[in-house]
Every structure is written in C-alpha cells, then in structure tokens.
C-alpha cells in the first residue's frame, strides 16, 4: 500500500492491462501513460513524459480537498484499486482495469481502459478530467458528442468514452458530488450494446475471474509468493497478444539516472530480453507465453536464420530512432525518443537465447504441439549462425554504440545453441545430427575456455582475451557452461562482488562506454548476483540480500530497470521484464520447498 499527499516524483505507479495495451496509473488514479492503439502505437497519455505543447495527457479522477491515497492491486490479478480521500471525511474508491476473458474460443481483449468509481464515505467531491493527446502530445484532438459519449479524434484512431456521467461534466470537467457508483469506458468509436453500468460490471467480474485463474496455475515457490506472483502477471501484461511479441518495457526514455542522455524507447520486442521472460515463466508453468512466442521467432526469422537483436512488436524490422520534440522527457529529462537504433546492431546471443527459448518445447509432454523433427529443421539454420559466429566481434547484451568485441556472453550464447540442438538431437534419436551439434558444441566451449579465463586475473573476462569484468559473467553456471563449484566460476562471482558490488545493487559493468561511466544499478545484475552465490554455496547471504532487495520495489511490487545505489529510487524504462524475470529466478532458487509447509 501508499499513501501520499501530493503527486509522485518518482515511479510509484501500477500497470494495468489486457494483452492489446496497457497503461500506468500513478497513486493517485491518474493515468499518466498509455500507447494507442498497442504498446507501440502513439502515447495518448503522455503526462509521464512532459507534455510542453499542450496541456493534459492524463486521464485523472480529481477529489476535491484531496488529503491522501491508498492503493493496492486487487489479489492475484491486474486490477488496480486507489482509495482517494478527502480533508472532509469523504472518501472515494476508483477501480482501474482492462478487460480480459476467455469467449468463444478466444480471448476478448479491446483497446479499451474501465474505470469504475464508487462513494465509500462522506459527500466526496470530484472532478473527471480527460485530456488525451495526438501525435506523441503536440495534437490536441478535436471532439464530438452524444449523449452518454464522448469521441476524441486521435490521428489514426478514434477514441470513444461511454459513461453514466453526464456528458457535461466530462467535457467541461465540471466538479460534482459523487453520490452513486460511476462508469467510464474508453475503447474505440464502437457503440455499446448495454447500459454501461452492467457492461463494466460484468467485465470487472470476467476480468477478475481470468486473473485469479491464471494465477491458480501458476507453479509458485513456498516463499515470496506476492512478489512472484505480482512479477508474473507483469510479465503477461507485457507479452503482445496478436503476434505474441514481448516488449522490454511499456515506456520509452526514462532516464537510466538523473540528468543523463541514456534513455531509449523499450516498447519493442528484443529476442534475448523475451527469451528470458519466456524461460521465466515456463518456470512458473505458464507455458503458452512460450508458445505465443515461438509462433512471433517464426514470423520475424529469416529462411536463413539470421536475425536482428529486436523487432517490432507487429514484425517490424527497421525501427529507426528520432528525438520527438513535442515531449519534454520523464521529470523534463529530455531527449524523448521513438525506434531504437539497436535494430542495426549485431548481437550474437540472439542465436542462443531463440533455441534455449525453444527448448523446452521437445521435452514438454503438456504443449499442445511437442517440438519435432520439422521444428527441429526450423532452429539447425539458428545454430548454424552461432556456430559461425561464435568468436566474431558484436555489440555484446549490453549494446555498446561505439565498440565491437568477442564478448563472452555472446560467445556462451552460441555454445549454447549448439549445446541444445545436442541435446534435443538425442532426444529426437538424429544420430547424425547428435555428432554434429555435440562436435561443434565441444569445439566452440574449449575456444570460450580458452581465451575468456584470464589466468592472470584468475576469473573469466567480459570479452575473449581482455581483462574487465562484468555481470553477464554470473550467468554462465545457469547456463550450463560451467558447473557451479567450478573454481574458475567461484572466483569470478568473488571478483564481481569485490568490483562491481556497491552496497546491495551491482553496476552491470564499470569501464566507460559511449556515453561515459554508468552511474546507476542494472536491477537484473542484482539478482543474478543473488542466483551466483546461492549456486557457489552462500545461500543464507543470497537470501539476505534477495530481501533487501525486495524492498526496493515500488509500493505496488513493480520494478524498472535500474536503481540508485544510495536512495535506492528506480529509474529506467517501466515496468522493466528483465527485472521481473530476475525477481523469479531467484525467488525460485532460494525458497525453501513447499515439505516445508507440511
């Protein structure tokens, strides 16, 4: 819960959503972001970005004499519940959500935000004030009216609110006594077929049904079940459901710290960040994300296999990157930018993070489709480019803009697209193909060995023959590479934290880059720190540290991409899936078994 008297400075805010959009509200029920008509699309509400054109951007509940605000997630779903209260006594509750249910063999899930507002105490005054912008904030839409609606005429769509309010009041956002429960749904220029009232309540009713159910199946560890719980319905929220692409985040160009130019728009889908949120969940059980997600791999893949870092969450390839001028930027921290350039870049793990993505597929008996020998033929041309580009220079996971090297990672990232094919060659009894994919894993391992263990140093390096560290390095005992009480791993997690430890958080390297040193804590690193040292034996300090850090979530259990060492204050783009994802590993890792619940 939160309670706070005044409007957020910081990131304190829940995300809702249904799979089409999704949108963030801050603490006290005003929705600050929010893409039109997907995550992609142009940001209808843009207040978290500054809007210097017009005002608005936001769609706000507004109490008059406004004293404080609760609010929590409804339990085990994505709906969000703020309790506004006033100096006076009265108090109002605003439920927020996106529709969301199984109907006829599919699932309904429209461009469309609910809200539904009820009295709870005293004679509560209020305003409604919706305010959507166009073209990234410099368009104020026209508007027409009816009756019970209201159109505001977005470039390229057309967004319609349907209330039991007086249209009146909404347009001119005049005050009024809330003295009965209220309805307000913004979708497209559809007519409803019912009265709005019994529209939002049997949505709010379905919504809720499909969370709680989609929850219930999750496969969760004895301890930390709110948090799991809570990063596993934001890792749905953030998977496309027409194409099944994965977006990093929701937002674009949050500074990764105070007053820096690294901010980047994350609305895209990366194939190493979803590879993540899709091993992730198939932890939990939550095996159609996987699937949902093979189906966008074969969509944007190459005949050849080759394959960009990141696409578009409809396919899209080129995703050029401009500055918008009409933003002012998170807290007026500007640039504000749309496409990423990243799409131009060579990152060679994405050969491995699609075949351990696909993996689990062959040895799944619950899929609807096991892999097979045909889906097998589809990921040999994958691992056909790891294996050609396993120790040719890249831009590395972290996506360095002006150096190329043989980062370890990447080279780890090919073995393991060879490891795997092995692996699922013998599963498939392919005798040949077991050889050749065993063979190549084997050669490409004693390469990495070889050039990326520094005996000087005594720990592996970030890149073939060089000499820095950094955290991408504590992922090579999950991956299989190394065993976990391999010396050379011990001491390369006992180098990490000497070296890029700072207080509870990790930097995910230190030397500078293009843009200079980094100043703020990349959250999955800490969590993959976590993971390191319960896998070399220090699992009572692991579970120390996963408990601070699980304090350093917002108020409502969500995470951005990076952290301030000192004040702890989040930062980067919002919600982030790699530190969701970093949440669930290591929850997963260090609960206790559920024997001892018995």
């Known amino acids: 819960m939160t309670s706070t008297a005044t409007l957020p400075a ?14 963030l509200v801050d603490a006290r029920a005003r929705i600050v972001w929010g893409c039109v008509p997907a995550f992609d699309g142009d940001p209808t509400f843009c207040a978290l970005l500054s809007p210097g054109v017009h005002e608005g951007g936001d769609f706000a509940i507004e109490l008059e004499n406004f004293a404080s605000s609760e609010q929590e997630y409804i339990t085990n779903t994505a709906m969000l519940r703020t309790v506004l209260r006033d100096l006076h006594g009265g108090a109002v509750e605003v439920v927020d959500f996106a529709p969301r249910w199984h109907q006829n063999d599919r699932f309904y899930r429209p461009v469309m935000l609910m809200r539904r507002l009820r009295p709870l105490a005293g004679t509560p005054r209020i305003r409604i004030r919706l305010r959507p912008l166009g073209d990234y904030g410099a368009v104020k839409p026209e508007t027409t009216w009816g ?17 039991d309010v007086p249209v009146r009041v909404i347009r001119d956002a005049l005050p009024f006594v809330l003295d009965r429960d209220a309805h307000l749904v913004l979708g497209p220029d559809e007519t409803l077929t019912q009265s709005v009232a019994g529209f939002v309540r049997n949505a709010e009713e379905q919504t ?14 004895l301890e930390w079940q709110d948090a799991v719980i809570r990063s596993a319905i934001t890792l749905k929220l953030c998977q496309y459901d027409e194409t099944g692409a994965i977006v990093a985040a929701i937002t674009t160009s949050i500074p990764e710290a105070p007053h820096t130019v690294r901010n980047w728009d994350y609305r895209y889908c990366w194939l190493r960040d979803s590879a993540f949120v899709v091993r992730a969940l198939n932890r939990l059980g939550a095996t159609r994300t996987m699937e949902e997600y093979l189906r966008y791999v074969a969509n944007v893949a190459s005949t050849n296999g080759e394959l960009q870092p990141l696409y578009g969450i409809g396919y899209e390839r080129q995703l050029a990157e401009s500055e ?17 350039l990243a799409w131009l870049q060579k990152q060679h793990d994405v050969y491995g993070s699609v075949v351990l993505a696909s993996t689990q597929l062959f040895f799944d008996q619950r899929l609807t489709r096991v892999g097979d020998a045909s889906i097998f033929a589809r ?30 990672y990447s080279s780890v990232m090919c073995w393991a697209a060879c490891d795997r094919l092995a692996r699922i060659a013998v599963h498939l009894r392919m005798a040949p193909q077991v050889k050749l994919w065993r063979e190549r894993a084997d050669e490409v391992h004693a390469r990495i060995i070889e050039h990326a263990y520094n005996e000087d140093l005594g ?7 060089g000499n820095r560290l950094d955290a991408s390095l504590l992922l090579l005992a999950d991956l299989g590479f190394v065993k976990p009480d391999d010396p050379r791993f011990v001491r390369t997690v006992e180098a990490i934290g000497q070296h890029l430890r700072r207080g509870d958080a990790l930097f995910r390297y230190i030397a500078p880059d293009d843009f200079g ?14 993971d390191a040292l319960a896998a070399i034996g220090r699992h009572e300090e692991a579970r120390a540290l996963f408990e601070r850090i699980l304090t350093r979530r917002n108020p409502l259990g969500l995470l951005s991409e990076d952290l301030e ?28 078994p559920w024997q001892d619940a018995a």
């Open 517 to 530: 040193a980094p100043e703020t804590s990349f959250t999955i690193c800490t969590f993959w720190y976590i």
């Open 324 to 340: 918008v001028e009409s933003l002012a930027g998170y807290r007026g921290m500007g640039p504000v930018r749309r496409g990423n």
């Open 208 to 221: 809720h049904t499909y969370w709680r159910n989609w929850v219930r199946n999750l496969s969760i560890p």
């Open 379 to 408: 990921l040999e041309p994958v691992g056909e480019l790891a294996y050609a580009l396993h120790d040719k220079p890249d831009a590395g996971l972290w996506e360095f803009r002006g150096r190329e090297e043989v980062h370890t």
């Open 147 to 163: 009756s019970n609606h209201i159109r505001y005429l977005i470039p390229d769509f057309t967004l319609r609110l349907t209330s």
């Open 10 to 23: 910081n990131l304190d805010l829940g995300i809702i959503g249904n799979g089409s959009v999704a949108a």
């Open 565 to 592: 060492f000192d004040g702890g204050e989040a930062w980067g783009n919002f919600p982030q899936t790699y530190s969701h994802v970093g949440l669930i590993n290591a929850a997963m890792r260090l609960s206790r």
């Open 459 to 465: 720990h592996f390096v970030e890149a073939l023959d």
